[in-house]
């Protein structure tokens, strides 16, 4: 008898496992076909890093401060930067990052003092050597970087007039306003000696 | 060791041969090669070999500071990654006495749960398909998805997470966040039903576990075990209870165990474990207040003073440790971390011995080892 | 801590913040106590949680060894170091304490540090193939299979 209970507990067991697939079989599938359904990637997808485009400069602002560099685990940063002539902030030259060895923790964009840093939604990369994912982040930025280097130095040197021009003039009203203060107060003696000289008078007397 | 079978007495005299489980095999749950020594199909003695996904963590913690290790704990265990990221920053923060805020303590807390469920699941698949069963599988990376989608969406990561930060977390969750996890909990809480009926309930995978591969209660004192086998012996010890770490003292959940300390109430043990998992979220989703995700006030430079320090975490596998010996510096002078893998693995010799080779697929299943977390 | 307060070799004994360094009590002891030591714990029902090595060759000329005891409910860990100079081996506590099998061939994986009547002590992590004296987690060691990358450095 119990080999007879066996045979019927698994017929129950495997119908009750039929009844379960078959429901899902009523399912809409899940499965997207890659590649050649895209796939879109979340708002915070981690991998790539590209610059940003600042909106006040109208272009990057890596001033290649090594931030980056120091803090990456994996040691796959690459930067370098300079003085351009006459100006005080520093432009990057030089941005390789070699995306063999990036382990995508994000602490690049998490100490950059500018902001710069941002993912990219490139998922894809492909190459046939190591040396082919070494990316060179300033590439897009190369061309017009006389131009911008030009503006910025324009920029700052307005923005050094104005502040010149600022400085002057809270000087100058600063010396104003003293001045005031000291006809004032010349006022004020000249137009309280009449009671004073009464006063003495008085007192005198 | 109890047994089924009788154990030869006198291999010498029978024919003996060694087979070799190799570190290419798809029931090892990664590269883990088990010598077996085996009369017929009964295990006379088991000699695992480990080391083939030796990366070295602890040697590049003592070349990076602080800051730099963050990525490497997730890569020692990937499957709950974001429980040993969170728990090294906040090991870091207790060492340094950083203080978090309200808001982050609930997100982290959200984010291990969601890592928990996840970590289970796939548990839940890849143990089924060792014992043969190809449909749970499938159905378990369904549901598993839908949590790799929510994380993702506010991470950026599926896998390895670096999500934690030294005084809270890398990004703010949003309401859609919130409004995700609360739909997946709900929708998750009628999938249980399915798993009992498709797995549980199953009179192969009762056949193939109930009896096998049981824990002796001795050996948790000779050997260390924790986590869901632990449980499973009858000792509700669990970290998150014992020793809480972060707000886990606010929630109210329990711990499941299981008196027999085979195979089968090890699977029951887990799927109570998501149950409770998805308790804590729901707990947590409702209370979550609002204010700053990271403290204020970091200190640039992580430098705890000289000294040990130890932090222990409920990882979905067990009692995750990590042990700072600080000398003051940047740079940790030694970081060992103590994952619970190698634990629970070493048990392997005693148990399996006198076993059925399938009864040891099975057995090997149940213990739920990631073997990157015993070669760090 | 009166647990080990019979036995010969404990130096010392202090209590540590627990909300500080996750500990609550650390015993500095010699060699000869180790054995003792763990047998004491083991009778108290404690299991063996973390065994670890530290280089200290560079500052105080020894390697530390250190044990980490935790009782099951209500954890009290205990911290154990015992230092040892680097020429000399350790007794093993492997017939108390099974899980220190594993432990020990670690240490001896990655320090170099032998263990007397220890089962089988061979490497773990590492390949069974890699050089004798090689021990990669030595403050001085430089890869005998290295191509000369640095860490880090991509081929």
Known sequence: MAFVKDILDGTKTLLTGMKVTLNNFRKPSITSKYPIEKIEMSEAFRNVIVLIEKDD???????GCKACERVCPSFCIDVDGERPEGMRRMRATEFKVDFALCSDCGLCLDVCPTDTLGYSKIHDETGYNRSDFVYDLLDPWRDAEGPTVERLRKLEEEQAAAKKARTVKKAAAKKAAAKKAETETSKETTEE?????NDAENNDA | MASRFDVVQDAESRDTYYLNMGPQHPSTHGVLRLKLHLDGETILSVDPVIGYGHRAHEKMAENRDYLQ?????SRVDYISGMIYNIGYCQAIERAMGIEVPERAEYIRVIANELNRISSHLLWLGTFLLDLGAFTPFLYAFDDREKILDILDRVTGSRLTYCYGRFGGVTLDVDDLFLQQTAEFCTHFKTRFALYEELVIDNVIFQERTVGVGVFEPDLIQKYGVSGPCLRAMGQANDVRKDEPYGIYDRFDFDIPTQMAGDCFVRSLVRMDEMRQSVRIVEQAVKDIPDGPFIAPKVPKRIRPAEGEYHFCVESARGNFGIYIVSDGSDIPFRLKMRTPSFANMATMPDV???????DAVAILGSIDIVVPEIDR | MSLLANIDGVRETTDIDHSAQGFHHLHVITLDALVPVTQTFFDNGFYLEMMTC????????IFRLVYQFC????PQRHLVHLDIDPTTSAPSIAHIFPASDWLEREV?????VGFDNHPDLKRILMPEAYPDGAHPLLKDFVDPESKGEADGQSV
């Open chain 1, 57 to 63: 400069i109208q272009s990057h602002d890596c001033i």
């Open chain 1, 193 to 197: 000696t009449p009671t004073n000289k």
């Open chain 2, 69 to 73: 290790f963050l990525p490497n704990p």
């Open chain 2, 352 to 358: 399996m011995k006198g076993t059925l080779l399938s």
């Open chain 3, 54 to 61: 530290q280089d200290r060759r560079e500052a105080d000329g």
């Open chain 3, 71 to 74: 009782t099951m409910s209500t």
């Open chain 3, 108 to 112: 001896f994986d990655m320090y170099g």
